[in-house]
């Protein structure tokens, strides 16, 4: 069930810089391209109050967040497509994760060489999304080869297969990104065996200055990123790489502390990482007991014995009932009792669509 969300972007944007502070893992950063060249995955917790409150409610003897997978990848060059810059490395690494986080730098320093000589978000973000839509061209045209000749013979799979990457093609020709495009239920299942690269769910995470954080509505490159992205119906983080590094090393308390004398109310990291778990269709549910109070991610659409799974394959396999109550119908409550009271738990069966924020005691039979 892993998801991972790959962070990309032009060398010297602040790729890296923002993941060593999104995982503490110290992936190099230097001031030169392809610093990264094998992807560094690393695991981050989901920032979530709703876990705290439920500890201070039930008083547990721990509390375990969820977590997910982001990877960092290596800057994108013009040309990757046909290799330029270590590039087809570069593109098969975007094509195993879920999602893209997409760095954009939008502050000016000339200490930071830009790879193109100048600071221009939407010439960073063209450069990349076309070199995602060459190589989904690539990967089109060497499939629809095979399969015209059979669609000619009047084979009814192939015409069929043929009429969606025809669509792909023309869509790409166009410089346009295959999340764009609509498809029925049967059309879905060739695009998503061809594996696009910008069929892929995408965010823009901006990089601003230390400077432009407090209110970053004033930067212009912010608000070129912003009109881009409302147009493509993606999000916008505004991010500081630079003091998200730093915060990184601080506790809960100097962190808010560091926080409210640069004027932020939340780090923009925590936005950016949860935005990217809801991009990648993630939700979280809880279970809260005096032993362990602990979150738990799934898919939206799960079912309750899929996610009893996800504690353990017993659970899934010996499900019987899921005693349900809404996170905010507890914390309402005050307690699991008087939730229980209030009419406010429920018995949930197999076919139980979960929703984010339930808390869930499951039985089972082994």
Not at 6 to 11: A, D, Q, S, T, Y
Not at 157 to 174: G, I, N, P, S
Not at 246 to 269: H, N, Q, R, T, Y
Request: charged share 30%; net charge negative.
């Amino acid at each position: 069930m892993a998801l991972t969300a790959g962070i990309v972007g032009l060398p010297n944007v602040g790729k890296s810089t923002l993941f060593n502070a999104i995982t503490k893992a110290g992936a190099e950063a230097a001031n030169y391209p392809f610093c990264t060249i094998d992807p560094n995955v690393g695991i981050v917790e989901v920032p979530d109050h709703r876990l705290q409150k439920l500890t201070e409610l039930v008083k547990p003897k721990k509390t375990v967040p969820t977590a997910f997978e982001f990877t960092d990848i290596a800057g994108i060059v013009k040309g990757a497509s046909k290799g330029e810059g270590l590039g087809n490395k570069f593109l098969s690494h975007i094509r195993q994760v879920d999602a893209i986080c997409h760095v954009v730098r939008c502050f000016d320093d000339g200490n930071i060489t830009h790879v193109s000589g100048k600071v221009d978000p939407l010439d960073d973000i063209d450069t990349i999304n076309l070199e995602l839509i060459l190589a989904d061209l690539e990967s089109v045209e060497k499939r629809i080869g095979r399969v015209e000749k059979m669609a000619k013979q009047k084979d009814k799979e192939a015409m069929y297969e043929f009429e969606v990457l025809d669509k792909l093609r023309t869509a790409f020709e166009a410089d346009q990104p295959a999340r764009t495009l609509e498809f029925s239920e049967d059309q879905m299942k060739y695009v998503k065996g061809l594996h696009l690269l910008t069929s892929k769910p995408v965010l823009y995470a901006a990089n601003v200055s230390e400077d432009d954080i407090a209110d970053p509505s004033d930067n212009e490159y912010v608000q070129k990123v912003r009109q881009f992205a409302q147009e493509d119906n993606a999000e916008v983080i505004v991010v500081c790489a630079k003091i998200e590094e730093e915060i990184a090393e601080l506790d809960d308390e100097e962190k808010a502390m560091f926080l409210e004398e640069l004027g932020i109310e939340e780090s923009g990291l925590d936005l950016l990482i949860r935005a990217t778990y809801n991009l990648l269709g993630l939700a979280t549910y809880f279970t809260a007991g005096v032993q362990e109070v602990r979150a738990w991610t799934f898919i939206q659409g799960m079912k309750a014995p899929q996610c009893a799974g996800i504690i353990h394959t017993d659970f899934e396999k010996g499900f019987i009932r899921a005693e349900t109550v809404s996170y905010d119908d507890l914390l309402a409550g005050g307690s699991m009792a008087a939730a229980r009271e209030a009419g406010k738990v429920r018995l949930e069966g197999k076919e139980y669509l979960v929703k984010d924020g339930d808390v869930i005691h499951f039985r089972f039979n082994v």
